[in-house]
């Protein structure tokens, strides 16, 4: 059995293997995507065709839907031949948290175009699906990073610069080559359309919208298109940038997954390393909870997402579900796990649900000092929210997802996760910061993770973290057993751009640095400190 149209005529063979397919007439669905697409995609990772092309596939079946997505790759042209050479078909595993794997042939992606001006019949295809008036929503998963222009010093990143100095014709940025596609619409009678972002990240849509305005003002200031580009882009009753809060998780192509179609007889499912260190594979892995909310304002309309279980909404309510999200229900219990996962020698989320005191710590974080100041966006609520990350989502056994790669930047995580926290407890005069025990517990391991040594007294290696070569150097020097001063931790301590606030100025840092000195004690002192700290608010 193979994963392409040839492949998929045996339709018996892959319903008797247990798979959904296509039940909808796949050629036709491609012709009139071509012809009048609606949905086109930048990103043609994992999450792109765990969730969005699984709901447009739901859409198809349904009949709810005619036309697919375009999917569009612009960083690693090895992805994109990876996806053709299965005619953009791709396999997708929902691992259930009760043991299940769901097997779905995901046929909803029409067609697939490469991002590179250099490719000329590729770059042809772009302008002609840009300038479609059919064309509602242009919709982006290229990471937070996608979006920058700058380096860390705050100077404009080559490429970036190159193409405000040299306009729209040949572009070498990600983003430079789409403002390009922009003014191909606005010549072809200013259209309307949507660019919604749908990276995890707060605020996508203004960081999307703030990018393409900064290529507009230079390419009008630089005499390249008129001023009325630029309003163009700024008028969303022409171009719009919704808000969005998306929450799936698609770990990398698991190896275990892989196997389940290798015994089904399914041929080509091995992942391959790209030359940008990612994975690719014909197939995706994820876990079945997923959420979509999506502020509802698109100029040219839009295809009924609803009926597949996306939220639309207004940018208000939009921004409560992140700022839950971020600041209470997923995102601290995800870090504070990852921090002490590492520490104790956990390598699965899952695996961690069976320790109790890393679950206690979790609960601890999310429902006792998240949930008295969360933000209640009124469409999800909150503590359901926390009980299915504890309950359904990390417990599950199928998703190959590991701390090490959670604790990935923790440096730049912090602030939002645990700060905001700590600052809406500052503004609440009925309650106290020093009430707070599970976050100071977080602070205190995140300063012992620095150190690169875990519970057994073994090194480790950190994961990637812009500050690491800052921070690392502060603590290099402190030995197991070692006690320490908050004088010798100050650096690290009153970083607000790490805490979000000075945690010396708020009295937090005795605390932390007292649980630190408790964890450094000697081997199994992480263990202890963390199960201790955590019986007493028990």
């Not at 920058?148 to 430079?176: C, I, K, R």
């Amino acid at each position: 059995m193979k994963l392409t149209n040839e492949g998929l005529k045996n339709r018996q063979a892959w319903i008797e293997a247990g798979y959904n397919l296509p039940s909808y007439d796949r050629e036709k669905m491609i012709a009139k995507t071509k012809k009048e697409p609606t949905w086109i995609h930048f990103g043609v990772g994992n999450l792109f065709k765990a969730y969005q092309a699984n709901v447009v596939e739901t859409l198809l079946n349904k009949e709810e839907l005619d036309r697919g997505i375009i999917a569009v790759e612009g960083f690693d042209e090895m992805l994109l031949a990876n996806f053709r050479e299965h005619d953009t078909l791709a396999l997708l595993a929902t691992l259930k948290s009760d043991g299940n794997v769901e097997k779905t042939v995901i046929g909803s992606i029409a067609e697939s175009v490469l991002l590179k001006p250099e490719s000329v019949e590729e770059y042809a295809r772009m302008k002609e699906i840009f300038r479609a008036p059919s064309l509602q929503m242009a919709s982006f998963t290229i990471t937070e990073k996608g979006y920058a222009l700058t380096n860390a010093a705050g100077e404009l990143l080559e490429p970036v610069q190159y193409d405000f100095e040299h306009g729209p014709n040949m572009p070498q940025s990600y983003l430079g080559k789409v403002t390009a596609l922009l003014v191909e619409r606005f010549n072809n009678g200013q259209l309307p359309l949507a660019m919604v972002s749908m990276d995890n990240c707060s605020h996508n849509g203004e960081k999307l919208k703030n990018a393409i305005m900064a290529y507009a003002k230079a390419w009008a200031d630089n005499g390249f298109v008129p001023q009325a580009f630029v309003e163009y882009i700024d008028d969303e009753n022409k171009v719009s940038f919704p808000w969005t809060m998306i929450d799936k998780i698609t770990p990398r192509p698991d190896d275990k997954v892989g196997e389940i179609f290798k015994a089904d007889g399914i041929e080509g499912m091995d992942p391959v390393k790209t030359a940008r260190g990612s994975f690719v594979a014909p197939f995706v892995n994820a876990e079945e909870t997923e959420y979509l909310v999506i502020e509802d304002k698109f100029p040219n309309g839009r295809p009924a997402l609803e009926k597949g279980g996306l939220i639309f909404t207004d940018r208000e309510t939009v921004n409560k579900v992140e700022t839950m999200k971020v600041t209470t229900c997923l995102n601290p219990l995800h870090t504070a796990m990852s921090i002490y996962g590492c520490l104790l020698g956990h390598t699965l989320i899952s695996e961690e649900m069976q320790d109790e005191d890393i679950v206690r710590l979790i609960k601890t974080v999310g429902y006792k000092e998240g949930l008295p100041v969360v933000v209640n966006p009124g469409i999800l609520d909150p503590k359901e929210f926390i009980d299915t990350v504890i309950n359904v989502r990390f417990p599950n056994p199928f998703m190959p997802d590991a701390p090490q790669r959670i604790a990935t930047d923790t440096s730049q995580k912090l602030s939002v996760r645990f700060g905001e926290t700590i600052k809406s407890y500052m503004k609440d005069e009925n309650l106290d910061t020093n009430d707070l025990v599970a976050i100071p517990l977080v602070f205190a391991g995140w300063l012992r993770y620095l150190m690169q040594i875990n519970d057994n007294g073994q090194p480790f290696e950190a994961s990637a973290d812009p500050l690491l070569a800052e921070l690392y150097p502060i603590v290099s020097d402190i030995k197991l057993g070692d006690t320490v001063t908050v004088d010798q931790l100050r650096p690290i301590l009153t970083n607000e751009k790490v805490f979000g606030v000075n945690l010396v100025e708020i009295g937090m840092a005795d605390q932390v640095v007292e649980l630190f000195n408790a964890m450094n004690k000697e081997e199994g002192a992480i263990r202890k400190t963390l199960h201790d700290t955590l019986e007493k608010v028990a």
